[in-house]
């Protein structure tokens, strides 16, 4: 017959065991607390992915706004410089207009001067 020896468990040995078995745990958890943090890392790179793309999309229909209320702008002050010429264009042709008829009044009050000083002679 043949006999098995079996390993011999001396106490020094249970407690090197042990050690071995707490550092195996230990490592096992920080294993664990390191999957734990990438995923918390990728989670909120997500995140803060979605939310630039978040805040570039209401960037761009705001300064979409922007751009229509300065074209208004633009468009307004456009029209009213154009609106500004045509009225001193009247401005200038009623002031040669009034210019004219001054002339042609003091011409006749000359005339009426004449005729009065020659009807009196």
Not at 10 to 29: M, Q, S
Not at 78 to 94: D, F, G, H
Not at 99 to 110: I, P, Q, S, W
């Amino acid at each position: 017959m043949i006999q098995i020896a079996g390993p011999v468990v001396t106490l020094g040995g249970a407690g090197e065991l042990i050690g071995v078995a707490g550092g195996l745990a230990g490592l096992t958890v920080m294993v664990y607390r390191l999957g734990v943090w990438r995923q918390e890392m990728y989670n909120t790179k997500h995140d803060v992915g979605a939310e630039v793309a978040r805040y570039r999309e209401e960037s761009s229909r705001d300064f979409s706004r922007l751009e229509q209320r300065f074209t208004a702008f633009d468009q307004y002050i456009a029209a009213a410089s154009e609106q500004r010429v045509t009225t001193e264009r009247w401005q200038v042709r009623v002031d040669t207009r009034i210019e004219g008829h001054d002339k042609e009044l003091t011409k006749v009050a000359d005339r009426l001067q004449r005729l009065e000083g020659d009807a009196a002679a």
